[in-house]
């Protein structure tokens, strides 16, 4: 029982360069979201999905495309990674307003 | 503008003893609230929730209060274990909602 997977668990980008996080989940939920952890501002959303095909913004989505064409997955892009968006990313999910489900977090550095 | 709010970074407690964290919340919309823990290099795990129809649940070790007045909400760990050491955040949504808004983190030690 997977749960939620994330990939890849580390990575290390350059300013500028692109890349996609996927977020894979087995347990059938309706809804999936991105958050951004940094120190002293906790889980952050990025951007949500209520469902396959349908996305939205979080609190911080500038610099973040996300696609949710299998009910399944849920992806996040950087088109052009910035310093600024040296974090760890998690994903969850959730089916309706209960406790989420978490990955186990892709640490990213952009230098 | 942080509408819930974990005031204490961190929190050491004796092995034995009563932890007690405590989240602010400012959105008076928000109708339900959950307590996650994290260990470093996992993702969080939920841990206990509430509804704002209630003031108090409670699970094994693990009791949350909820004082809608205040809009606080506290959690108690009873007795606190060395395992117990993590980093704990509130949460809190609205019913009918998609986005639940997390707290900053307490960053919670077990002393043995």
């Known amino acids: 029982n997977a749960g939620v997977t994330q990939t890849p668990k580390f990575r290390v980008l350059k300013t500028g360069q692109s890349m996609t996080l996927l977020c894979a989940q087995d347990m059938n939920h309706e809804y999936m979201y991105w958050y951004r952890q940094d120190p002293g501002m906790g889980l952050r959303l990025i951007h949500y999905s209520v469902g396959e095909g349908t996305t939205a913004k979080g609190e911080v989505p500038d610099g973040y495309n996300v696609s949710r064409l299998k009910k399944q997955n849920f992806l996040l892009g950087l088109e052009s990674a910035a310093p600024s968006q040296t974090s760890v990313y998690f994903c969850?999910?959730?089916?309706?307003?209960?406790?989420?489900?978490f990955g186990q977090g892709t640490r990213l550095t952009v230098v | 503008d942080q509408q819930v709010k974990q005031n204490s970074p961190s929190l050491s407690v004796q092995e034995g003893r009563i932890s007690i964290l405590n989240c602010d919340y400012t959105?008076?919309?928000?109708?339900?609230f959950l307590w996650y823990k994290k260990y470093p290099a996992e993702g969080p795990t939920f841990l206990i929730s509430?509804?704002?129809?209630?003031d108090k649940n409670e699970d094994g070790r693990f009791t949350v209060f909820l004082n809608k007045s205040a809009k606080h909400l506290s959690l108690h760990i009873v007795p606190s274990q060395p395992g117990d050491s993590a980093v704990y955040f509130c949460?809190?949504?609205?019913?009918?909602?998609?986005?639940?808004?997390f707290g900053a983190g307490t960053r919670l030690f077990v002393k043995a």
């Open positions: 959105n008076s919309m928000f109708d339900y």
């Open positions: 509430i509804s704002s129809i209630k």
């Open positions: 969850a999910s959730t089916q309706g307003n209960t406790e989420a489900f």
């Open positions: 949460a809190a949504s609205v019913a009918g909602g998609f986005k639940t808004i």
